[in-house]
Nanobody, 122 residues
Framework: QVQLVESGGGLVQAGGSLSLSCAAS????????AAWFRQAPGKEREFVAA???????TYAESVKGRFTVSRDNTRNTLYLQMISLIPDDTANYYC????????????????WGQGTQVTVSS
């Protein structure tokens, strides 16, 4: 059973940057596809970015060019580097791990963190 714990959220002004981390325990994160999702109040959880076991990445159109997903297998940790943040990026950000497809579907991930809040002020 993999446990995931996110950190790094906070309040930032529009145009600013934040880096999120997701530390895994109880299992080896590198054996899973890992992803970031986000959920704003009153909205459904949406896909943000994912990275395969081999390091291939994919992004939602809304974050392409601004967000970068990466993983450090030696630290068993997933990262999300976010730049040029806009108010629409405000949400609770979750990391997830799984092995099934499609990558963008929340239902294909088996393990989830508790989330970290990102708030972007205008």
């Amino acid at each position: 059973q993999v446990q995931l714990v996110e950190s790094g959220g906070g309040l930032v002004q529009a145009g600013g940057s934040l880096s999120l981390s997701c530390a895994a325990s109880g299992g080896t994160l590198s054996t899973y596809r890992a992803a970031w999702f986000r959920q704003a109040p009153g909205k459904e959880r949406e896909f943000v970015a994912a990275i395969s076991r081999g390091g291939m990445t994919t992004y939602a159109e809304s974050v392409k060019g601004r967000f970068t997903v990466s993983r450090d297998n030696t630290r068993n940790t997933l990262y999300l580097q976010m730049i040029s943040l806009i108010p629409d990026d405000t949400a609770n950000y979750y990391c997830a791990a799984g092995t099934r497809t499609p990558w963008e579907a929340a239902g294909t991930y088996d393990y989830w963190g508790q989330g970290t809040q990102v708030t972007v002020s205008s």
